[in-house]
């Protein structure tokens, strides 16, 4: 079956740092590749997605490529700040009904 | 943008009881719905999939007897746990299914934290 593994965390970087959070995936298919952001205490937002190999995905200066050779979608940030401070989920969706298939979370803590 | 919201967003109950959660697409129509449970510090765990007009699909080692999932329209599915207990305390988040394409992007409600005393 489908299933995504991600970085172990937690992660604690100082503001302005390099962020990279690894995931891989294996599938059947073609899924669609997503990260979520987890504020404390609140649901998942989209953060961005790919639905195909060699898209790249950027929000809010976050940044991630479909890459299928190596089946990753890794995230990055240039430079991080106290506010990026969540829980960060890679998923995967489309092979299977439309279900999600989500990592086990990355925690990031930014300190200033 | 698509906007998913859940009633509760909390809840304390006695043990014994039965608590109904609510997931609502506000502004789009859902005809497929999922229901996760997120344990503190860990991930999203895919309880069922809910489907307007239909049964649920539970995943396997969830007990359907003690999850009850109606989708009775195309913006609203409900949750109910059943005899609740202490164990069952949990996060609940639901999650509306769209679909452009290829892309299976979920719509994600805010959660309804229940505790079980």
């Known amino acids: 079956g489908d299933s995504v593994t991600q970085m172990e965390g937690p992660v604690t970087l100082s503001e302005e740092a390099f962020l990279t959070i690894n995931c891989t995936y294996t599938?059947?298919?073609?899924?669609?590749l997503f990260w979520y952001v987890q504020y404390p205490g609140e649901g998942l937002q989209l953060l961005l997605k790919?639905?195909?190999?060699?898209d790249k995905g950027s929000n809010k200066g976050f940044e991630a490529t479909y890459r299928k050779e190596t089946t990753s979608f890794h995230l990055e940030k240039g430079s991080v700040q106290v506010s990026d401070s969540a829980v960060y989920f890679c998923a995967l969706s489309g092979t299977n009904a439309g279900k999600s298939t989500f990592g086990d979370g990355t925690t990031l803590t930014v300190k200033p | 943008g698509a906007v998913v919201s859940q009633h509760p967003s909390w809840v304390i109950c006695k043990s014994g009881t039965s608590v109904k959660i609510e997931c609502r697409s506000l502004d789009f129509q859902a005809t497929t719905m999922f229901w996760y449970r997120q344990f503190p510090k860990q991930s999203l765990m895919l309880m069922a999939t809910s489907n307007e007009g239909s049964k649920a699909t539970y995943e396997q080692g969830v007990e359907k007897d003690k999850f009850l999932i109606n989708h009775a329209s195309l913006t609203l599915s409900t949750l109910t746990v059943t005899s609740a207990h202490p164990e069952d305390s949990s996060f609940y988040i639901c999650?509306?299914?769209?679909?452009?394409?290829?892309?299976?992007?979920?719509?994600f409600g805010p959660g309804t934290r229940l505790t079980v005393t």
């Open positions: 599938a059947t298919g073609y899924p669609s």
């Open positions: 999650s509306a299914g769209g679909s452009g394409g290829s892309s299976y992007e979920q719509y």
């Open positions: 790919a639905t195909k190999a060699d």
